[in-house]
């Protein structure tokens, strides 16, 4: 989770029904309606398709939209664009680098983009390539980088001019699991120092990890909002699965039944929903004991926000039961 | 730091940042001077005793002709390849990234546009060395010599305009490149490589009109022939009617694309 939220007063992202209508009658974003507070961390959690990267283009000035409005950093995107540029930072889908350029060319013509002088460009250059772990390989051509080196080097340039709302569009789609955590690491440290951040993700842990709030977006239209927990608590409570050494079932659900609902066993296991959380783990293990049931596998399930996904729209997120792929090594 | 000044670093920057593409991708510096030189090469060689044609223009000899053909050819070529690594920059969304910062949207153009310019510069330097490496003689001497750098210059951001504006509206590599072929008819259908009066019709009457033979002549008068301020005129007049043109295209097709997204 990240930093707590500073200030619900201050809106760093405030959006009334945005719509974007493409040709043919394409509604990618049908009405979203969202605010974000200064120093907060969104995530926006949604399939492939659902609108995400169109809200973003949209918040971000790339993008007109074709109803409603939006207004980030207290400027309206559509009026004000150039002042709403000014105060974010970008990083979008699949790190747009050039892989002919170095990575500290890249932060440097990030640095002249944003109006920094070129010694202030160089200085911040060296430190945000420290800081993503790129001193080494800042003099060598992006194209030689891996996936996780140049997703670290789009978030540092896209810090080059201390924005105030830094957006994030699906950071981590395709890397390894160290190179997610890296990144993971950083955006929660930004976080910390000040910035807001809203990022995009299809990736159930990652807004879970990070978020301090969650949008789920599906077909255009947001369909929940709260935090990871409060979704989480809105579509059921954790429930704990009882694995039997031997077939004392009967007497097991009996005992079980005292801490909450029941629901329907699954692969011969006795699953009771805890109507008191996580603290009465400890509660049904010890009276199972002394019912002298013998236990061979417990676990606790907490409801995902797959779960909530499925509850709102009825499918499940695609790949949420696979989290990222395989670790592959980081050739720094 | 002003609008104006912040928008011309920016233009720098990205002007920077094309030579150095240019120069790092060899298949983007092939076309715009290996192909060119090796076309002068071939054709000098070959088609030699082509000066020796009644009505061919007084020549020391057929590079003295041809020179500027390949300064033009090679104008061309840096002009298309600067709208295949614009395209290149859409296709991959690197443009995002300059769409998203706070500068003139038009100054993206132009940045690559600075690039096409220094590297059509650079092609003028390329034939005038090779032009005095076999004895070919300046009518103009060295002011003969900056005209043609400063015509070829311009002719590339002229002809860049015009490639960035087709990158711009299709946002494909592929479409830009797709005009090779194109440009390569558009080239023999002038005074680049034969003198349009020894030509048939109607290819005679293309020539005559095609505004690349204007520049051509312009180019070329500085080796023989002499300067003349009608064909001075002229092919001003054509690299501006041309630049204008492009420029306007390249301001439309960005409209649209921001627009569209």
Known sequence: MGAAVHSRAVAAIEVEGLKREFEGGIRAVDGVFLEVAEGEIYAFLGPNGAGKTTTVRMLTTLLRPTGGSARVAGHDVVADSGAVRRAIGVALQEAALDPLMTGRELIRLQATLHGLAGSEGARRAEALL?????????????????????????????????????????????????????????????????????????YLEEADQLADRVGIIATGRIVAEGTPTSLKAEVGKPHLEVGLADGSAEHAEQVCAAFGRRLPAKDGKILVELEHGASEVAKVVRALDEAGIAVESLELVEPTLDDVFVDKTGEHLEGADKQAPPAQAESA | MSGLALNARVVGA????????????????????????????????????????????????????????????????????????????????????LFSAPISRFAIVLGRLAGTAVLGAFTALWFIAIALIFGVQFEEGIPGAVLMIVFVTLSAVAFGALSAAIALYAGQASVVQGLFPLLF????????????ELMLEPAASVAEYNPLSFIVTGIRDQVVGGFDLAV??????????????????????????????
């Open chain 2, 14 to 97: 990205l002007g920077m940042r094309s030579v150095r593409q240019t120069l790092r991708r060899p298949q983007l510096v092939s076309p715009i001077l290996i192909f060119p030189t090796l076309l002068l090469a071939v054709q000098t060689g070959g088609a030699g005793s082509a000066v020796d044609l009644p009505d061919f223009p007084e020549v020391n000899g057929f590079l003295d002709f041809m020179i500027a053909g390949a300064m033009i050819q090679a104008t061309l070529l840096a002009g298309n390849s600067g709208g295949i690594a614009l395209a290149v920059d859409l296709e991959m969304g690197f443009t995002d990234r």
């Open chain 2, 185 to 196: 008819v558009i080239l023999f259908l002038s005074s680049a490589f034969f003198p349009a």
């Open chain 1, 130 to 202: 420290g800081r993503v772990g790129l001193t080494q390989a800042g003099d060598r051509r992006v194209g030689t980088y891996s996936g996780g080196m140049r997703r670290r080097l789009d978030l540092a340039s896209a810090l080059v001019h201390e924005p105030r709302v830094l957006f994030l569009d699906e950071p981590t789609t395709g890397l390894d699991p160290v190179s997610r955590k890296a990144i993971w690491e950083e955006v929660a440290a930004l976080n910390r120092e000040g910035t807001t951040v809203f990022l995009t993700t299809q």
């Open chain 2, 232 to 261: 001075f005129a002229e092919t001003v007049g054509a690299i501006a009617l041309i630049g204008a043109i492009s420029i306007a295209l390249s301001a439309v097709a960005l409209r649209r694309r921001l627009r569209v997204g």
